[in-house]
């Protein structure tokens, strides 16, 4: 892979997260790591005067797995993947962590980073740095049919919002 500039970036977020989907993924080879898989999310510029951090928002529901290494680390990575993997997304979309290695069991390779951890098969992956979380409020939703239909458990997601501080893309 090859590092660029965020804003050499050229991308659809809305098909890039909501149809193809994304691998959140958190912590290293030391201290172990995990993914889920998520077609929610946001891509832009938050906060800094005049440019705009890039950022990207994902979000985490209370009982993923991956939210405790999200929670414990300083950095999460965004993989993004060619239609081909979506099988391996699924059944990591529908498999815990904690009770199998889920990647083993998938056609994708863990890149151990330093600090974090992505995949070899991704054609672009985000290294965001942590900047903020706040959980997903009932009293904030204007729309109840929405939170009706999106949390019939009130298992509120939390949302973190993460600075783009490396773009990896395919040689």
């Not at 149809?19 to 995990?34: M, P």
């Not at 993914?35 to 946001?42: K, P």
């Not at 939703?141 to 009706?148: C, G, P, Q, S």
Request: glycine share 6%; net charge negative; aromatic share 12%.
């Amino acid at each position: 892979m090859k590092e660029i500039a965020v804003s050499e970036l050229n991308l659809n977020p809305m098909t890039l997260i909501a149809k193809d989907w994304l691998l959140i993924t958190a912590g290293n080879k030391e201290r172990g790591y995990n993914t889920m898989t998520a077609s929610w999310g946001h891509l832009g510029a938050l906060w800094a005067h005049n440019t705009g951090l890039p950022t990207a928002i994902v979000y985490v529901r209370p009982q993923r797995y991956t939210k405790e290494f999200v929670d414990r680390e300083g950095e999460f990575t965004l993989s993004f993947f060619e239609q081909n993997f979506k099988r391996d997304l699924a059944y990591i979309g529908t498999h815990s962590g904690r009770d199998e290695d889920k990647v083993a069991k998938t056609n994708l390779t863990p890149v151990y980073d330093g600090e974090h951890t992505y995949f070899a098969e991704a054609n672009l992956v985000l290294v965001c740095r942590k900047i903020y979380r706040a959980p997903i409020l009932e009293d904030g939703f204007i729309d109840k049919d929405i939170m009706a239909a999106t949390y019939p458990e009130r298992d509120f997601h939390d949302m973190y919002v993460g600075e783009i501080t490396k773009v990896l893309i395919k040689d």
